[in-house]
């Protein structure tokens, strides 16, 4: 057995399994697990999805929100441990693969279509 094979082994047992399919362009709930002293507790991060990056175990998804008038994007490893659940709340209509676009526009301009051809 070579490296590469022990690699592709060990990054097998960590991928989750129960991972939703995300789309770029969906409104997604990330619950993120946040330890404070001894305790874990789970805090949701919801927000649009405007770019996914590689694959198997290193797949990330960026997610954008606006907060106290303010855009916050949040890089998030899917298949990292800190990651508790993802929910998908909404699919969204869109027509390219990075919605970097969505970081110049205000207000009403950022709205995404609502996609019904795929299930929730």
């Given at each position: 057995m070579?490296?590469?094979?022990?690699?592709?082994?060990?990054?097998?047992?960590?991928?989750?399994?129960?991972?939703?399919?995300?789309y770029?362009?969906?409104?997604?709930?990330?619950?993120?697990?946040?330890?404070?002293?001894?305790?874990?507790?789970?805090?949701?991060?919801?927000?649009?999805?405007?770019?996914?990056?590689?694959?198997?175990?290193?797949?990330?998804?960026?997610v954008r929100?606006?907060?106290?008038?303010?855009?916050?994007?949040?890089v998030?490893?899917?298949?990292?441990?800190?990651?508790?659940?993802i929910?998908?709340?909404r699919?969204?209509?869109?027509?390219?693969?990075?919605l970097y676009?969505?970081r110049?526009?205000?207000?009403?301009a950022t709205?995404?279509?609502?996609?019904?051809d795929r299930?929730?």
């Amino acid at each position: 057995m070579n490296a590469q094979e022990i690699i592709r082994s060990i990054e097998a047992e960590q991928l989750k399994s129960d991972l939703p399919d995300i789309y770029v362009g969906d409104t997604v709930k990330v619950g993120v697990k946040i330890r404070e002293g001894e305790k874990f507790r789970v805090q949701p991060y919801e927000g649009v999805v405007i770019a996914k990056r590689n694959g198997g175990i290193n797949e990330t998804i960026t997610v954008r929100r606006v907060f106290q008038g303010i855009g916050v994007e949040r890089v998030f490893l899917l298949h990292s441990p800190r990651i508790d659940s993802i929910k998908i709340i909404r699919r969204g209509k869109v027509r390219r693969a990075k919605l970097y676009y969505l970081r110049d526009r205000v207000g009403k301009a950022t709205r995404i279509k609502q996609r019904f051809d795929r299930s929730l």
